[in-house]
């Protein structure tokens, strides 16, 4: 079956620009995750849906970072007025539970450069 | 706050060596465990987990961690590597006494399997 799939895979913007990253949860699975990866360091959280339940938001580094899901399926990760420390792979997964015990299935992620 | 530390950015084993990956946790209570790999340009998978059960655990492609709580420890090994092995690892905690599939990594591990 289908995977996470995440897009666009690569995106290069100029700083100060807006940028959106979606990513599509495989079928069915109730939560969703967002975490960045700078390079040289390890995932970092930033957000999670769960169900109609609000998101957990602890880990957006700043107000410029947002998202979005619509019931369990396709989520949007938006950056705006981008800085270059917002360079890095965004990697999203979904999972069937939310419990700590069930595992995370992983896009590819989308890279973002910001120049 | 939970942490998650791996020892070592980058390990270089021969073809046929011992792999071991170090990885030791922080948390006032011994938390669920993982280990994710991710191969050159996919998404991380989930090699094995720790859930409280038995303390030795064995994931996919031989590998097995054990759990030592005296140590705050759940270090990866497999007996003789593989070319295929190469890859970057990641160690995760969660809370097993969340409601939430969040998960803390560390930094991650690159092996470097030399012929």
Redesign the interface.
């Known amino acids: 079956g289908a995977?996470?799939s995440q897009s666009p895979s690569n995106k290069v913007t100029e700083k100060g620009k807006d940028v959106e990253l979606r990513c599509d949860p495989i079928s069915g699975h109730t939560?969703l995750?967002w975490?960045r990866q700078r390079l040289?360091?390890?995932?970092?959280?930033l957000i999670?849906f769960?169900g109609n339940s609000a998101p957990?938001k602890s880990g957006l580094p700043s107000d410029r970072f947002s998202a979005e899901r619509t019931g369990e399926s396709v989520s949007t990760l938006t950056i705006q007025r981008t800085q270059q420390e917002d360079s890095a792979v965004y990697?999203c997964?979904s999972?069937p539970?939310?419990?700590?015990?069930?595992?995370?299935?992983?896009?590819?992620?989308t890279r973002l450069t910001v120049t | 706050a939970q942490s998650?530390t791996?020892l070592g950015?980058h390990v270089s084993v021969s073809e046929g060596a011992l792999v071991l990956l170090r990885c030791n946790y922080s948390s006032s209570v011994p938390p669920?465990l993982?280990w994710?790999v991710q191969y050159p340009?996919?998404?991380?998978?989930?090699l094995l987990?720790y859930?409280s059960a038995a303390t030795l655990v064995k994931g996919i492609n031989g590998f097995e961690a054990e759990f030592k709580k005296s140590e705050t420890s759940f270090h990866l090994t497999k007996p003789s590597a593989h070319m295929s092995d190469a890859a970057e690892y990641?160690c995760?905690a969660?809370?097993?006494s969340?409601?939430?599939?969040?998960?803390?990594?560390?930094?991650?591990t690159t092996l470097q399997v030399k012929p």
């Open positions: 995977g996470v939560a995750y975490y040289g360091q390890g995932l970092e959280f999670y769960q957990d990697l997964a999972s539970l939310d419990r700590v015990a069930s595992p995370l299935h992983f896009g590819n992620g | 998650v791996q950015s669920y993982f994710y340009n996919q998404g991380l998978q989930l987990k859930t990641f995760a969660g809370r097993a969340s409601n939430t599939g969040k998960l803390i990594f560390g930094q991650g």
